[in-house]
């Protein structure tokens, strides 16, 4: 095989302009890179560099070799940088949004845990439900939830893992009003729901065998806090959709009882936008938000 060595030698004599200049700035004898050059080009079967007492000038073919073997060590490099970058210890300010609900209930400890794995660097959070605009506010990484598709953009995204939805009741409520067995039973049954009075609210469900079911109903109570629901719902206030990761403790605990659960509600992406590709310094510890 080729000694890749002599083309980054021969890159350097025509970088520099000469055998002189080049074995200075490598530390080499001028002997040991003319033999080199001359050894590379009786394997090519080219003249790269005539070379006399007063000149020094690089042939057509020679300067077309240049530019190959310049390309080579560039890339070289930067494979040599993307190593680097992945064993180099993050460092610096990160300025993160994310969604309360979701920061509560999972991001908060992944982010302790990612900052005490990497005591450089500095975290400014802010928790939000707003749709953070990352070039306006100079944010870094904006995490968010939204149904599929997501819309298209120029921000680096990095899909973090799906977040399911499920109905749920409290125990007492459904001794009450009784046993739900397909979706029109809820038809009537006191619920909540998560966003604006004036929104119009629906549960969109998907059974077996291609089945689809969607069921109106006037929330008792309408916030855009998900802990404040959860709440109510444990105290028999309604029926709620929320996030399965949102009453995980509460079904295993029996405050909570499962509704329908061979139905499926729609699932939300969790996902980090970023203006370029921080996102990387976190992807360590996305596995933990799911």
Known sequence: MQDLNDLYYYAEVVEHGGFSAAARVLGLPKSKLSRRLALLEERLGVRLIQRSTRRFAVTDVGRTYYEHCKAMLEEAKAAQEAIELTRAEPRGVVRITCPVALLQATVSAM??????????????????????????????????????????????????????QCLVASPELIARLGEVKVPADLTGWPSLGLGQPQQEFIWNLDGPEGAHAAVYHQPRLVTADMTTLRSAAVSGVGVVQLPVMMVTEQLAAGDLIRLLPEWSLRHEIIHAVSLHDVVYCLQCAACWII
């Open 111 to 164: 982010l302790a845990d990612f900052m005490a794995s990497c005591p450089l660097v500095t975290l400014h959070l802010e928790s939000t439900n707003r749709q953070v605009d990352p070039v306006a506010e100079a944010i870094d990484i904006a995490i968010r939830v939204r149904p599929p598709p997501l819309q298209d953009s120029d921000l680096v995204l990095k899909v973090l893992g799906n977040r399911c």
